[in-house]
């Protein structure tokens, strides 16, 4: 099935889901005008074809103290001698790194977005400087670091 494959009923059930994945099955089938059974059925088979990827509980990182955001830019060096790529191996050891939330290969001057969640700015200094910089095949890391949340959204338009 493909995006254009989704009915307005399909859609509507992901949009319900993205604002609350803990609304029970009665709950969800009102508000998108259909019976419990039928309901039920199409979430199953958006789960089972991959719409809907997971369900999780979004942690407020100001409250458990990891107060610091970072989006940092990665440029690898595209020659580094190693057994491996350079961009494997990055990619492959960014998955060790907890520090790390979310990762992205990108076009464009740097290779890599990094979106870095830590404590404070001596838990990043530390990140940065024992992790990203020693790592081979990193050559340049720039870092920015969020001042304010303007907006913050997991909901996809659909």
Same mark, same amino acid.
């Given at each position: 099935?493909?995006?254009?494959?989704?009915?307005?009923?399909?859609?509507?059930?992901?949009?319900?889901?993205?604002?609350?994945?803990?609304?029970?099955?009665?709950?969800?089938?009102?508000?998108?005008?259909?019976?419990?059974?039928?309901?039920?059925?199409?979430?199953?088979?958006?789960?089972?074809?991959?719409?809907?990827?997971?369900?999780?509980?979004?942690?407020?990182?100001?409250?458990?103290?990891?107060?610091?955001?970072?989006?940092?830019?990665?440029? &690898?060096?595209? *020659?580094?001698?190693?057994?491996? $790529?350079?961009? =494997?191996? /990055? @990619?492959? !050891?960014?998955?060790?790194?907890?520090?790390?939330?979310?990762?992205?290969?990108?076009?464009?001057?740097?290779?890599? &977005?990094?979106? *870095?969640?830590?404590?404070?700015? $001596?838990?990043? =200094?530390? /990140? @940065?400087? !024992?992790?990203?910089?020693?790592?081979?095949?990193?050559?340049?890391?720039?870092?920015?670091?969020?001042?304010?949340?303007?907006?913050?959204?997991?909901?996809?338009?659909?």
């Amino acid at each position: 099935m493909s995006q254009n494959d989704l009915d307005k009923i399909d859609r509507r059930i992901l949009m319900e889901l993205q604002r609350n994945g803990r609304i029970s099955n009665q709950d969800l089938a009102d508000r998108v005008s259909l019976s419990p059974s039928p309901c039920l059925r199409r979430v199953r088979r958006l789960e089972e074809e991959g719409y809907i990827e997971s369900y999780v509980a979004l942690v407020n990182p100001d409250k458990v103290g990891l107060k610091l955001l970072a989006y940092v830019t990665i440029r &690898l060096n595209k *020659v580094f001698r190693s057994t491996h $790529a350079p961009v =494997s191996d /990055f @990619a492959r !050891d960014v998955q060790t790194w907890p520090e790390v939330v979310e990762c992205y290969a990108m076009s464009g001057d740097m290779d890599y &977005l990094l979106r *870095v969640q830590v404590r404070d700015l $001596a838990e990043f =200094s530390r /990140f @940065a400087m !024992d992790k990203l910089m020693q790592h081979p095949a990193v050559v340049d890391m720039r870092s920015s670091f969020t001042l304010q949340r303007i907006k913050e959204t997991t909901e996809l338009l659909i």
